[in-house]
């Protein structure tokens, strides 16, 4: 199952209860398996990157934990 940008956004704001915010907060990503501190989750190009990430630590383990980080408290 391919997913875009757009559609992933919006699983990801559905989840956190902010899809009637009129400013969407910036998100990042963790993930224990990856040196970065967090990742932006802001492009195309970063969505593919978490993919990649995901798919190369599901070739070792059966689990991948992903944290979404909101970058600011969210205000409705």
Same mark, same amino acid.
């Given at each position: ?20 915010? !009129?400013? $969407? !907060? ?24 978490? $993919? ?6 599901? $070739? ?17």
């Amino acid at each position: 199952m391919s997913i875009d940008l757009t559609d992933a956004l919006e699983l990801i704001h559905n989840a956190m209860e902010s899809t009637e915010v !009129p400013r $969407k !907060p910036q998100l990042a990503y963790t993930m224990k398996q990856i040196l970065h501190a967090r990742v932006e989750l802001d492009d195309a190009t970063s969505l593919e990157g978490l $993919k990649d990430h995901v798919q190369n630590v599901l $070739k070792k383990n059966d689990i991948v934990n992903v944290n979404i980080i909101s970058q600011k408290e969210l205000s409705h």
